[in-house]
């Protein structure tokens, strides 16, 4: 097993530690990365979804050899799910064996049944544990999903890094979580909890850095195919569309291509493949007849 790499110490040795791994930054994403390294500080990105932000975190996991713990957010996540719940069942055959046995002193065995054992730990709750690998990677993905309470919840994780459980007390990291926080921006983040955080919204890629990705991660497509997937992508991100095609449906879609030996875009593999690009049937509709031959044309110009 490898052992953990270190902090970058400069916002070049962060491009390097990234693109080592497959991600290609902007520098002005490398540099508020860098600084939320150095700094302690939470990160958080926002941006359309595909563009990269989750991606983010399990490239710093791979590159700096940390635990990743991601947290997946959804309308609806409470305590219980994403922090720490009781094993209420050990805990009942806990209370019933006591009873047998005879031992009834009530503060002994509340003092039992809420020890650590019969703690279970969610995923904010274990990224404050210590690690040998040092302090992991946590992911709170998709913040946006989930209930404003929930997300006022967090304030107290990421200010002071530190969950207070009634019954058991307060857990705090000994050393901080590198902290990523992503939002689609279905709705807004309240500003007491950007406040405790570095901000960076991740764009879209320009034409030269996204056909350089897809170079990148899909090596058997051939440099005219990939020029002109890149071309086209561009091109529909012009488009009106319910939902343009993020980072990710570009490599889908390059990756699909070359699947089918596809040396350069037609009308016919364009029409068959779309559905790897757009995801809404409304969007696929706009891109049929004289629309989508105008983007080919254009996508495959000489």
């Known amino acids: 097993m490898s052992l953990p790499a270190k902090i970058p110490v400069s916002v070049d ?11 290609l930054a902007e520098r002005s994403l490398a540099t508020v990365l860098f600084l939320s390294l150095r700094m302690g500080r939470p990160l958080f990105l926002e941006g359309e979804a595909g563009v990269g ?4 975190a399990k490239v710093l996991s791979a590159a700096l050899g940390r635990k990743l713990i991601r947290l997946q957010c959804y309308e609806g996540l409470d305590v219980s799910s994403a922090v720490y719940e009781w094993n209420s069942a050990s805990q009942m055959i806990a209370i019933r064996l006591a009873e047998a046995a005879g031992d ?8 039992d049944i809420f020890a650590e054992r019969y703690l279970i730990k969610r995923p904010l709750l274990q990224a404050l544990e210590p690690d040998a690998a040092g302090a992991p990677i946590l992911l709170i993905d998709e913040l946006d999903r989930a209930d404003e309470a929930f997300e006022a919840y967090l304030l107290e994780i990421l200010s002071d890094f530190q969950v207070t459980i009634p019954e058991f007390g307060t857990v705090k990291a000994p050393s901080p979580p590198i902290v990523i926080v992503t939002s689609n921006r279905t709705r807004e983040i309240h500003d007491a909890l950007k406040r405790r955080c570095l901000y960076h919204w991740v764009d879209y890629p320009n034409a030269e850095r996204e056909l350089a990705i897809v170079k990148s991660r899909v090596p058997g497509i051939s440099a005219k195919l990939s020029q002109q997937v890149v ?3 561009q091109a529909l991100r012009d488009q009106d569309f319910y939902k343009s095609p993020g980072v990710a449906e570009t490599l889908d879609w390059a ?8 040396r350069a875009l037609t009308p016919q593999v364009v029409g068959d493949t779309l559905g790897a690009l757009l995801k809404y049937q409304d969007d ?13 044309k254009d996508a495959t110009a000489e």
């Open 104 to 111: 009834t002193d009530r503060d002994t065995l509340v003092s």
């Open 53 to 56: 932000k989750t991606e983010i």
């Open 284 to 296: 696929i509709a706009k891109m049929q007849g004289d629309a989508l031959q105008k983007v080919l």
């Open 231 to 233: 071309t086209f992508v």
């Open 255 to 262: 990756t699909a291509l070359t699947e089918l030996d596809a």
């Open 13 to 23: 040795e962060t491009l390097t530690l990234l693109s080592s791994h497959g991600y």
